[in-house]
């Protein structure tokens, strides 16, 4: 929905799914229950909901040293993992 309607230049539908496409071959981190409570703990300590705590949890156990979010506060770190909004003018 951000990239196809609310950016100030919408990407066409097609071009999207075809990202998506490319990005599917990518691998996926599956959380397990160690990252449910560490998602918790990460949730109390940086104040932030539950999903997002889930996310960085991911990142972080993932070895990833990016995260692109528009929900989260750009160029905060966590534990490593900082945030950089794929959708900002200026990134840090």
Do not use: H
Request: glycine fraction near 10%.
């Amino acid at each position: 929905v951000t990239v196809t309607q609310k950016v100030p230049s919408p990407m066409e539908i097609g071009r999207a799914v075809q990202i998506m496409r490319d990005l599917s071959v990518w691998t996926v981190y599956e959380p397990g229950m160690d990252d449910v409570i560490g998602a918790v703990e990460l949730q109390t300590r940086f104040r932030i909901s539950f999903r997002d705590a889930v996310i960085v949890r991911s990142a972080i156990e993932s070895g990833c040293g990016t995260l692109m979010s528009e929900g989260l506060q750009m160029g905060q770190e966590y534990d490593g993992v900082r945030v950089v909004n794929p959708f900002a003018g200026d990134r840090p």
